[in-house]
């Protein structure tokens, strides 16, 4: 709602990434619009307290670091960076199906990464991309857990996730 006289809410981009990444995560289900309203506090504090931070409901450079989202995050770049052209010829995983386009971040990666996370790999990224540094989390993931060690992020490490509260 515009008031006369007022001017219009601008939209951050921090909050928008935050939104979208929450969003993909299941804990934001309102607009990814950039602006921070009750909703999006509340799917903050839901993450926070998922993932053992303080739950305060704000943005801060704990919450940033998290989810793998630069404080100094720019409209301009977008973030998580997608792969360059060049690399998108090169496959990723010989079990992805070759009609799949090769940049779209997956959902269901995307939770498995934050779980991830979660767990204890600080540096992992939350770009839907299953990379070398994916692959070696999932397979430590699975060695810990008795899981057959594929590196692959399947049903059974997402299963296995969901069951200890990484994702939901």
């Known amino acids: 709602i515009v008031r006369p006289g007022s001017a219009?809410?601008?939209?951050?981009?921090?909050?928008?990434?935050?939104?979208?990444?929450?969003?993909?995560?299941?804990?934001?289900?309102?607009?990814?619009?950039?602006?921070?309203?009750?909703?999006?506090?509340?799917?903050?504090q839901?993450?926070?307290?998922?993932?053992?931070?303080?739950a305060s409901g704000e943005i801060d450079s704990v919450l940033l670091d998290q989810l793998g989202?630069?404080?100094?995050?720019?409209?301009?770049?977008?973030?998580?960076?997608?792969?360059p052209d060049d690399m998108?010829?090169?496959?990723?995983?010989a079990s992805a199906p070759a009609d799949a386009p090769a940049q779209a971040p997956d959902a269901?990666?995307?939770?498995?990464?934050?779980?991830?996370?979660?767990?204890?790999?600080?540096?992992?990224q939350l770009d839907?991309?299953?990379?070398?540094r994916t692959k070696a989390a999932i397979k430590e993931f699975q060695s810990l857990f008795g899981l057959p060690e594929t590196g692959e992020p399947d049903e059974v490490v997402y299963i296995k996730m969901r069951e200890i509260g990484l994702t939901n």
Not at 71 to 80: F, G, N
Not at 108 to 124: S, T
Not at 128 to 132: K, P, Q, S
């Open 8 to 44: 219009p809410i601008k939209s951050d981009p921090v909050v928008e990434q935050i939104q979208g990444i929450l969003k993909d995560l299941d804990f934001y289900s309102g607009t990814v619009d950039g602006i921070s309203g009750p909703n999006t506090r509340k799917a903050i």
């Open 46 to 54: 839901a993450y926070q307290q998922k993932v053992g931070l303080n």
């Open 69 to 83: 989202a630069p404080p100094t995050a720019s409209t301009v770049v977008p973030h998580p960076a997608p792969r």
């Open 88 to 93: 998108a010829a090169i496959p990723v995983s």
């Open 108 to 124: 269901r990666i995307i939770k498995i990464q934050a779980g991830l996370k979660a767990f204890g790999n600080d540096d992992m």
């Open 128 to 132: 839907g991309v299953v990379g070398a």
